[in-house]
């Protein structure tokens, strides 16, 4: 406990402050009708420059400064000196969600946040408008002016937006701010904008800035609402029920209507699911608490779908199609079954956290199905929600796995719900603390907690195969031989990660076999119970208890296999780690029986379980992010394959995600993503990650398209110079090489072409997938 107390000792000496601003007797109201001339100024040219150039550094909860510009909203709301992302903090944060947590400018100035537009009539409005000064502090000092074209830029004049000082000056900071950070100008760290657009966004501003919402939705989109909010908001218990189950599983969805979007080039319209206070056709207002299952406060809780009101970053991207069919389905799985819901649960901090006691009424089989069928998205929720940047958050898994389920139609599940009735107070979380916990008084407990849910598991499971439960691959669930949710790839990048469906890239060192209460604790842990202004109590014991989760996925897999290979494949992933680390699971879960397989003996054991597990599932296995693809050009094929040679050193000095575009002269431009996955001796360490780090296990992986929303490196390169570039991304052996590397296929920050290769990007990323598109973020591009 040693290193947790030092932890807490540091945070005592952390001393901060708060600058009171100033708030205007009157603040300007910017917002037009998006029909009139300056709604269409600022809807048709202003907010797609904005998004091109802007956004790809401010959005999500990482934007510099809390300036968030992928809204209007965002934009009138202006910047803020505190940081959301702080493991260090004592006590939980003040809330500061876009769109939920203040709702005029006024308001936000109360909490703290400063304007980025001037909010003074004066003559010379461009004087009090900070965005104006910051992109002419950069036109002042381009990147062009003090390096060379693709040239490194000098560590005095740039360091990573993700590292440097929250350096956040408001407009009366701005001249001591310029003369002593002359070249930290707008976009930092990157090429200014064009000369046409700073002149457009410089005429937009001095017209006064106006803002503008989205145009009103036509007919077809509120027939959809509406049928949808009707479903959401039945007036029988089961079907409140219901409906709050719904909305804590996809609040952070992006929702889209399928049926309407099916041939559009792009999704014109997103929605989410919030609670509010009035019922459909009312205005809806907002129910604004920490968390989804938070008490609401109000008699009755209605669901209702709210159009999303800011530009689709890929970071934070969740699309989630709604359509009729889905809505058949809802209806099939949660109501065809007969139950009974006799009364509503209450929203004690306790009772809500736990969705084994909070939903006990709803059949496990209807709970699991429900996340199992968008499996996907259900993972992904952890990825891109709340805890979208962050090593601590993410140091919990490996770079690169994969991820089976436990087959839902199991004989031996049939008991599940009275077991799961016995186990619920085994099975509740750190999140029931809230977001000021205290993680020397409560980590033994869950850790209790956990080593008897898995004694009791481990019992059952023991005694269902010692009669009729053979324990083979018929516990993996097959997709019902349609659905690709059934098998998974993650990709971590250090502080951020992806997950794509397949199984994708070279057999990886750890397989996760998830079960029901694995699915529901990931989600009730990470994504509904997760706050990311929570205080380090929070925040640790969150990550701790994910250990928990990983650790009894893998347990399960490793049931799959011989006795004998379960302790050696155990003890080569956790080489290193503590004893007591491994006692979190494997101390207290043992399986006496053996798989009903025979393993050969002129094969490792996990390989040839990933055979038989990649002919089972066969036909649902995607084959998208697979280099064979029939959407790989055979010469690409062929050269990017040996790109999977690369290990271990050579691996080590490459990014851990980079986009390579491949020009075509045929206009048939490609992107691949090429992924390091670096290896570790074991995953259990908190804050010693680097010391576990295993460089000459490294490898590398490449796959067709573009996956993961935070890019460190950019190449392109010419059809013809593939070969070459291959070539000597292989033959890498230190720094040198991979800056020349860098130098000829590279697209630095400093490269003169930076804006048009990203724009090219873009519209690529965007005709690939109109569903998954979304805004890249360059906060992590490398200076290399």
């Given at each position: 406990?040693?290193?947790?107390?030092?932890?807490?000792?540091?945070?005592?000496?952390?001393?901060?402050?708060?600058?009171?601003?100033?708030?205007?007797?009157?603040?300007?109201?910017?917002?037009?009708?998006?029909?009139?001339?300056?709604?269409?100024?600022?809807?048709?040219?202003?907010?797609?420059?904005?998004?091109?150039?802007?956004?790809?550094?401010?959005?999500?909860?990482?934007?510099?400064?809390?300036?968030?510009?992928?809204?209007?909203?965002?934009?009138?709301?202006?910047?803020?000196?505190?940081?959301?992302?702080?493991?260090?903090?004592?006590?939980?944060?003040?809330?500061?969600?876009?769109?939920?947590?203040?709702?005029?400018?006024?308001?936000?100035?109360?909490?703290?946040?400063?304007?980025?537009?001037?909010?003074?009539?004066?003559?010379?409005?461009?004087?009090?408008?900070?965005?104006?000064?910051?992109?002419?502090?950069?036109?002042?000092?381009?990147?062009?002016?003090?390096?060379?074209?693709?040239?490194?830029?000098?560590?005095?004049?740039?360091?990573?937006?993700?590292?440097?000082?929250?350096?956040?000056?408001?407009?009366?900071?701005?001249?001591?701010?310029?003369?002593?950070?002359?070249?930290?100008?707008?976009?930092?760290?990157?090429?200014d904008i064009a000369p046409s657009e700073f002149n457009l966004l410089k005429h937009w501003l001095t017209s006064?800035?106006?803002?503008?919402?989205?145009?009103?939705?036509?007919?077809?989109?509120?027939?959809?609402?509406?049928?949808?909010?009707?479903?959401?908001?039945?007036?029988?218990?089961?079907?409140?029920?219901?409906?709050?189950?719904?909305?804590?599983?996809?609040?952070?969805?992006?929702?889209?209507?399928?049926?309407?979007?099916?041939?559009?080039?792009?999704?014109?319209?997103?929605?989410?699911?919030?609670?509010?206070?009035?019922?459909?056709?009312?205005?809806?207002?907002?129910?604004?608490?920490?968390?989804?299952?938070?008490?609401?406060?109000?008699?009755?809780?209605?669901?209702?779908?709210?159009?999303?009101?800011?530009?689709?970053?890929?970071?934070?991207?969740?699309?989630?199609?709604?359509?009729?069919?889905?809505?058949?389905?809802?209806?099939?799985?949660?109501?065809?079954?007969?139950?009974?819901?006799?009364?509503?649960?209450?929203?004690?901090?306790?009772?809500?956290?736990n969705p084994f006691k909070t939903y006990v009424e709803i059949p496990v089989a209807i709970r699991y199905r429900?996340?199992?069928?968008?499996?996907?998205?259900?993972?992904?929720?952890?990825?891109?929600?709340?805890?979208?940047?962050?090593?601590?958050?993410?140091?919990?898994?490996?770079?690169?796995?994969?991820?089976?389920?436990?087959?839902?139609?199991?004989?031996?599940?049939?008991?599940?719900?009275?077991?799961?009735?016995?186990?619920?107070?085994?099975?509740?979380?750190?999140?029931?603390?809230?977001?000021?916990?205290?993680?020397?008084?409560?980590?033994?407990?869950?850790?209790?907690?956990?080593?008897?849910?898995?004694?009791?598991?481990?019992?059952?499971?023991?005694?269902?195969?010692?009669?009729?439960?053979?324990?083979?691959?018929?516990?993996?669930?097959?997709?019902?031989?349609?659905?690709?949710?059934?098998?998974?790839?993650?990709?971590?990048?250090?502080?951020?990660?992806?997950?794509?469906?397949?199984?994708?890239?070279?057999?990886?060192?750890?397989?996760?076999?998830?079960?029901?209460?694995?699915?529901?604790?990931?989600?009730?842990?990470?994504?509904?119970?997760?706050?990311?202004?929570?205080?380090?109590?929070?925040?640790?014991?969150?990550?701790?208890?994910?250990?928990?989760?990983?650790?009894?996925?893998?347990?399960?897999?490793?049931?799959?296999?011989?006795?004998?290979?379960?302790?050696?494949?155990?003890?080569?992933?956790?080489?290193?780690?503590?004893?007591?680390?491994?006692?979190?699971?494997?101390?207290?879960?043992?399986?006496?029986?053996?798989?009903?397989?025979?393993?050969?003996?002129?094969?490792?054991?996990?390989?040839?379980?990933?055979?038989?597990?990649?002919?089972?599932?066969?036909?649902?296995?995607?084959?998208?992010?697979?280099?064979?693809?029939?959407?790989?050009?055979?010469?690409?094929?062929?050269?990017?394959?040996?790109?999977?040679?690369?290990?271990?050193?050579?691996?080590?000095?490459?990014?851990?995600?980079?986009?390579?575009?491949?020009?075509?002269?045929?206009?048939?431009?490609?992107?691949?993503?090429?992924?390091?996955?670096?290896?570790h001796a074991h995953i259990s360490s908190l804050l010693l990650e680097q010391t576990n780090r295993l460089p000459?296990?490294?490898?590398?992986?490449?796959?067709?398209?573009?996956?993961?929303?935070?890019?460190?490196?950019?190449?392109?390169?010419?059809?013809?110079?593939?070969?070459?570039?291959?070539?000597?991304?292989?033959?890498?052996?230190?720094?040198?090489?991979?800056?020349?590397?860098?130098?000829?296929?590279?697209?630095?920050?400093?490269?003169?072409?930076?804006?048009?290769?990203?724009?090219?990007?873009?519209?690529?990323?965007?005709?690939?997938?109109?569903?998954?598109?979304?805004?890249?973020?360059?906060?992590?591009?490398?200076?290399?």
């Amino acid at each position: 406990m040693s290193k947790y107390v030092s932890l807490f000792i540091c945070c005592l000496l952390i001393a901060c402050h708060t600058d009171q601003q100033s708030i205007p007797d009157s603040i300007p109201n910017r917002y037009v009708a998006p029909e009139s001339d300056h709604g269409q100024l600022y809807r048709k040219q202003v907010q797609p420059i904005l998004e091109k150039r802007c956004v790809v550094c401010h959005g999500c909860y990482d934007a510099p400064c809390q300036l968030n510009l992928a809204s209007a909203q965002g934009i009138n709301r202006g910047a803020n000196t505190q940081a959301i992302y702080n493991g260090m903090r004592l006590t939980a944060d003040p809330l500061t969600r876009l769109f939920e947590d203040a709702h005029t400018v006024g308001e936000w100035r109360e909490k703290g946040f400063f304007p980025v537009l001037s909010e003074q009539a004066t003559k010379s409005p461009l004087q009090r408008d900070l965005i104006y000064q910051m992109l002419a502090l950069k036109k002042q000092n381009p990147i062009n002016k003090i390096v060379e074209h693709n040239e490194i830029i000098p560590d005095e004049l740039f360091a990573s937006p993700l590292n440097q000082e929250n350096t956040c000056p408001d407009i009366d900071q701005f001249e001591s701010y310029a003369e002593s950070h002359p070249h930290r100008g707008m976009p930092y760290g990157l090429p200014d904008i064009a000369p046409s657009e700073f002149n457009l966004l410089k005429h937009w501003l001095t017209s006064g800035a106006p803002l503008a919402d989205f145009s009103e939705l036509s007919a077809v989109y509120h027939l959809q609402i509406d049928a949808w909010e009707e479903f959401l908001n039945g007036n029988s218990t089961k079907q409140r029920l219901i409906a709050r189950y719904i909305y804590e599983h996809l609040f952070l969805g992006h929702l889209y209507f399928e049926d309407l979007e099916r041939n559009n080039s792009e999704i014109q319209a997103h929605f989410k699911i919030v609670r509010s206070a009035t019922p459909p056709g009312q205005a809806i207002r907002i129910i604004s608490t920490r968390r989804p299952y938070d008490d609401p406060q109000v008699d009755k809780v209605y669901y209702r779908l709210q159009r999303i009101k800011s530009s689709i970053v890929a970071k934070k991207h969740l699309p989630y199609a709604l359509s009729s069919k889905r809505l058949q389905r809802f209806k099939t799985l949660f109501f065809e079954t007969s139950y009974v819901v006799k009364t509503l649960p209450e929203y004690t901090p306790e009772l809500a956290s736990n969705p084994f006691k909070t939903y006990v009424e709803i059949p496990v089989a209807i709970r699991y199905r429900f996340m199992l069928e968008h499996a996907k998205f259900t993972i992904n929720g952890f990825i891109k929600g709340a805890v979208c940047r962050g090593q601590v958050a993410l140091n919990v898994i490996n770079d690169h796995f994969w991820v089976f389920f436990i087959d839902p139609d199991l004989e031996v599940l049939v008991d599940i719900d009275q077991f799961l009735i016995e186990q619920s107070g085994q099975l509740k979380l750190p999140s029931e603390q809230q977001s000021n916990a205290n993680i020397l008084s409560y980590w033994t407990e869950y850790s209790t907690l956990q080593a008897s849910y898995l004694k009791e598991k481990s019992t059952r499971l023991n005694t269902l195969l010692k009669g009729n439960a053979g324990l083979n691959l018929d516990w993996v669930w097959d997709g019902d031989g349609h659905n690709q949710n059934a098998a998974l790839t993650v990709f971590r990048h250090f502080d951020s990660a992806t997950v794509v469906e397949g199984l994708v890239g070279q057999p990886p060192k750890t397989v996760w076999l998830i079960d029901y209460t694995i699915l529901e604790r990931i989600h009730y842990l990470l994504v509904a119970g997760f706050d990311v202004y929570g205080n380090i109590g929070h925040q640790l014991l969150t990550r701790l208890y994910m250990d928990f989760l990983r650790m009894e996925s893998e347990f399960n897999f490793l049931a799959l296999l011989p006795s004998e290979t379960r302790t050696a494949l155990r003890e080569h992933w956790y080489r290193g780690a503590d004893d007591k680390v491994k006692d979190y699971v494997y101390g207290h879960a043992h399986l006496n029986a053996e798989p009903e397989m025979t393993y050969p003996d002129d094969m490792p054991a996990k390989d040839y379980l990933y055979k038989k597990l990649q002919r089972k599932l066969s036909d649902v296995l995607s084959e998208r992010y697979r280099l064979e693809s029939d959407s790989v050009p055979a010469q690409h094929q062929q050269l990017l394959k040996k790109l999977h040679a690369i290990q271990g050193e050579s691996a080590s000095l490459l990014p851990e995600m980079s986009l390579l575009m491949v020009l075509d002269n045929n206009r048939k431009d490609k992107v691949y993503t090429l992924l390091r996955n670096s290896a570790h001796a074991h995953i259990s360490s908190l804050l010693l990650e680097q010391t576990n780090r295993l460089p000459e296990e490294d490898y590398v992986t490449v796959i067709p398209g573009i996956a993961g929303a935070y890019p460190d490196a950019l190449w392109q390169v010419d059809s013809e110079s593939l070969d070459d570039f291959v070539t000597k991304l292989t033959n890498l052996k230190n720094e040198s090489d991979y800056s020349q590397l860098m130098h000829r296929f590279g697209i630095r920050r400093s490269h003169n072409e930076f804006w048009q290769y990203s724009d090219h990007l873009h519209q690529i990323a965007q005709q690939l997938d109109p569903v998954e598109y979304g805004v890249l973020d360059y906060n992590r591009i490398e200076n290399r």
